[in-house]
């Protein structure tokens, strides 16, 4: 997989290596992070891409409109059970989900994948992730990784996969699973795994373009394993810059500026739903800016189709084209000087969405929402 913001380094290190991808038809193209182009910088990267793509006969060439690469892939049939994916983007483990080996590359070694058709890996060590117990009202799979990521920390799982197994996940949709995987990243994961199950085939079904060959851990084949009971959970906040700094919503006392639902983590049609179950018939506080950018096109057609789209729009929300949006400062709706985001996205580095003294918290669809409301960062069962 090779998105805009790359596929200008990709196609100079396949120039300067004097190679040429070996199956372009194994090779997925998406026109997702400056999309629709925002400068004339963006345009031109997402020129070269579309060249990149001519040229060498990539058919799988998703542009402006379908969404994010993350959510796109999936959507439509490109990550079968026992693949092994790159992609030149961090949250390719995202993929994981559905129980492929998905990693994040540059654009060096994304040309030698391509001219070679392979690449080295050393297998990472995997840890065993059990999440039991039952999920309390209000609570996500969002407050689950950020809880793992405050137990672990930022690099608690370097070079490692993560393995997501236990009761919960029997209970627990698609929609929730790619958080899961997307966030590993922020513990530094290497990549994330989810085994293959009815929930993962059901979601396949219709969409797959080859046949699904899962893998699954050997007993005994796990380096560590962390559990847990995600019964003792309650909504979490990572307060700036890490989003390993976790705090309970109740305990975070933060007015907002903009308010974000959005992105690879926080923008498939669960977070819509939860997010217009909370709006439906309240307004966004005065002086906020709730901004809504649904991950892709079907998630778009199947949120207008639900009636979601108008409950946000009644209630204040913006709506932005699929795209990566906020999420990493980029356009449709950049942070000023001194700003407060709450955002569903997966990164609150300093300056992440714009100006370096602005702030961003991360939380799950629901304490997003709740907290556009209040105007202030608000544990969502206080409204819900
Ligand atoms: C721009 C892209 C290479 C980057 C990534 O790899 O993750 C972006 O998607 C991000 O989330 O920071
Ligand atoms: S939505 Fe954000 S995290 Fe996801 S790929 Fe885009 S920029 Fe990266």
Known sequence: MIHDPMGALVDDALRDSCGEPRHPERVVAVQDHFV??????????????????????????????????????PEEGHAAPGDVIVGTDSHMPTLGALGTFSVGIGATEMAAALIMGKLWFRVPETILVKLDGSL????FAKDIILKLISMIGVDGANYKALEFNGSILKVMEMDERFVLTNMSVEAGAKTAIIPVDDVT???????????????????????????????????????????????????????????????CTGGRLKDLEVAARILRGRRVKEGVRLIV?????????????????????????????????????AHLGVLAEGEVAISTSNRNFRGRMGHPESRVYLASAATVAASAVEGRIVDPRVIA
């Open 36 to 73: 629709p182009a925002k400068d004339i910088e963006s345009a031109n990267l997402s020129k070269r891409l579309r060249e990149f793509c001519s040229k060498w006969g990539v058919k799988h060439h998703y542009d402006v409109r379908w969404g994010i690469c993350h959510v796109v892939l």
């Open 136 to 139: 309390p009202e209000m609570v």
């Open 201 to 263: 085939l059901s979601y396949l079904n219709g969409r797959l373009r080859r046949a699904p060959r899962p893998e699954y851990s050997d007993d005994g084949s796990h380096s560590d394993e962390i559990s847990i009971d995600v019964s003792s959970l309650e909504p979490l906040v990572a307060i700036p810059h890490s989003p390993a700094n976790v705090k309970p919503a109740s305990e975070v006392d933060a007015e907002i500026d903009q308010a974000f639902i959005g992105s």
């Open 293 to 329: 950018i649904p991950a892709s096109r079907r998630i778009y057609l199947e949120a207008l189709r639900r009636g979601i789209i108008d409950i946000l729009i009644e209630s204040g929300a913006t709506i932005g084209p699929p795209s990566c949006g906020p999420c990493l400062g």
